[in-house]
């Protein structure tokens, strides 16, 4: 069920008007009585949406009054939050004060159709977007229970994806290939199932020092362990067993930033707009925030667990493993077994490689440990 889901969750982020019935099924089966998708441009706009039939008027008021303005929960989307929260389905409810939540207009909102707990999920895109989704249950039948939320998270990652490129067109239907891969504003390529390049707007073919020709009309990544991983998603899409990283980090190269490489799987609809195509490649750039690469790729981006997240921020201040394993509650043989984990998301073999990579200090080397 949750492959179908997810299979649907990337055609809807074409296919926009296909978001309520995807919307629909991830509310049944987490339990939830409606769900919305909503793209914030910036804290002071308006978010775009699409949203489930019972709460479609409610959504249309909200962002066409100053209903927006006066939610407690938009300035949260846009806070710093803990560690690892960001890596997670939350209840924003519980970053809010008990009076900030009676004045909350989502809270009243939700009230008067009946709703009680919403789970969201928030996605901060290396593009300067926000993306949230929302999941709400009936007033009464209290928050959702944790197999729900479990299944919600195994489904955040597709989330993601398909959430960068509805930011990216606006919640706007792609009319073309050509002008698609154009309105994306971001490099992208569309490729046949065998890899085989089928079309790439010039951002991509820009990026020379990162990618470079491969056999038989494809292209690979100049970086071997981030090839090595690029090589596996396509092997994997084209055989259908697409369960592995997604979401592929690139170090730097010369004067280009860190990049991050995202496959997505072509579905249904969405064949007709990329005719031919069966994988999406887009790339977007990381920009440093400080010292620090920005959370909303070493949380959501590289597909790491709230787990794996914590370990991972910890470790990414120059703390040892054992000090990870301490501040993250758990064993230090737990935390190692969290570290091979991330090791293999990130596409690094050593925790020097690591740090280097959260911190985005310098390339990446290529030595093993």
Same mark, same amino acid.
């Given at each position: 069920m949750l492959a179908d889901l997810a299979d649907k969750i990337y055609e809807a982020a074409f296919v926009p008007d296909q978001w309520p019935a995807v919307l629909d099924g991830v509310a049944a089966m987490s339990g939830s009585a409606s769900a919305a998708v909503l793209v914030f441009a910036g804290e002071d706009q308006p978010p775009r949406y699409k949203t489930t039939a019972r709460t479609e008027a +409610? /959504?249309?008021?909200?962002t066409t009054t100053d209903l927006w303005r006066r939610s407690e929960r938009v300035p949260k989307l846009f806070s710093t939050p803990p560690p690892g929260a960001f890596s997670e389905f939350l209840y924003l409810n519980d970053f809010l004060e008990p009076e900030q939540i009676e004045r909350d207009s989502v809270h009243l909102v939700l009230r008067s159709l009946g709703l009680g707990e919403q789970i969201t999920t928030v996605l901060p895109m290396l593009t300067g977007e926000v993306v949230s989704f929302t999941f709400e249950r009936s007033l009464g039948d209290g928050r959702h229970?944790?197999?729900? %939320? *479990?299944?919600?998270?195994?489904l955040r990652p597709h989330l993601?994806? +398909?959430? /960068?490129? !509805?930011?990216? @067109?606006g919640l706007e239907r792609a009319r073309a290939s050509v002008s698609a891969l154009e309105a994306?504003? =971001?490099? $992208?390529?569309? @490729? !046949? !199932?065998?890899?085989?390049?089928? &079309? &790439?707007?010039? =951002?991509?073919? +820009? @990026? !020379?020092? %990162?990618?470079?020709?491969? $056999?038989f009309g494809g292209i690979s990544i100049l970086d071997r362990p981030a090839d090595a991983l690029y090589q596996? *998603?396509?092997?994997? @899409?084209?055989s259908g067993t697409y369960t592995g990283v997604g979401s592929i980090p690139v170090p730097r190269v010369g004067d280009n930033p860190p990049f991050v490489v995202h496959l997505m799987p072509v579905m249904g609809a969405v064949h007709d707009i990329f005719s031919g195509a069966r994988i999406l490649v887009t790339v977007t750039a990381v920009h440093l925030q400080g010292a620090m690469l920005p959370p909303s790729v070493l949380h959501g981006l590289f597909d790491l667990t709230p787990s794996e997240a914590r370990i991972a921020a910890v470790l990414a201040t120059g703390s040892s493993l054992a000090e990870a394993a301490s501040a993250g509650d758990v064993t230090v043989k737990t935390a190692r077994t969290y570290l091979e984990r991330i090791f293999a998301k990130t596409g690094t073999h050593r925790q020097m490689e690591l740090v280097a990579l959260l911190k985005s200090a310098g390339p990446i080397t290529n030595s093993a440990s």
């Open positions: +409610a /959504l249309h008021e909200f229970k944790p197999k729900a %939320v *479990a299944a919600l998270q195994a993601a994806r +398909a959430g /960068l490129m !509805s930011a990216r @067109l994306i504003g =971001l490099p $992208a390529a569309m @490729l !046949s !199932s065998s890899g085989q390049v089928l &079309a &790439a707007n010039g =951002l991509l073919e +820009a @990026l !020379s020092p %990162v990618f470079r020709p491969a $056999a596996q *998603a396509i092997a994997d @899409l084209r």
